[in-house]
């Protein structure tokens, strides 16, 4: 049974809707990227974008050999390249044999289905509870040409981990 004051957290959050990313790395060859609603922007001048990635997951350990992550949003018509990052492991299958993909910068997989990404160099890595905070400041992506059905925490919400967090 949780604290009132985490019950009153949990309640406050259930309600709120942010974009969801996916987010790959790669290091050693090894290529990995999983469903991620943990993620903000964090600084205008200089720019810089937050990611927390769970310890638990296949992506956690291959980024954590990885210099750059790719941070991709969806638009809802391509939500099944999104349940396969966040309901699928890499732990027991390849994600990417099942969607198209290249290599971006720093070898780096770019989701070709993804409506707008961008790559971001590791600056820092930092404990943020059972996530760890990747702190990115980007350098190179593809904007979006349009985005008014991008891919939301409430598309999701009921969507099994691939990973317990
Ligand atoms: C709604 C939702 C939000 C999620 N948010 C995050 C997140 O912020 N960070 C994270 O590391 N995993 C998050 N996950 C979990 C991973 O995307 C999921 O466990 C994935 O299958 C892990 O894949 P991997 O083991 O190949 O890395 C989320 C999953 C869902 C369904």
Known sequence: MSKPEV????????????????VTAAADGIRAGCLVGF???????????????????????VAAGATHLAVHLFDREHLDVV???GSR?????????????????????????????????ILDRFPLGDHVGYLLEPVDGSPPHELEQWVSFRDVRDLPPGHEA
């Open 7 to 22: 019950e009153a957290f949990d309640k406050l959050v259930s309600f709120l809707n942010y974009p969801m990313f996916v």
């Open 39 to 61: 993620a903000s922007q964090a600084s205008i001048h200089p720019p810089r974008f937050l990611v927390g990635l769970s310890e638990q997951n296949h992506t956690f350990r």
């Open 83 to 85: 349940e396969l990052f």
């Open 89 to 121: 492991s890499g732990d027991t299958i390849n994600k990417f044999d099942r969607c198209s993909w290249h290599l971006g910068p720093a070898q780096t997989p770019i989701l070709e289905d993804a409506a707008a990404w961008f790559v971001g160099r």
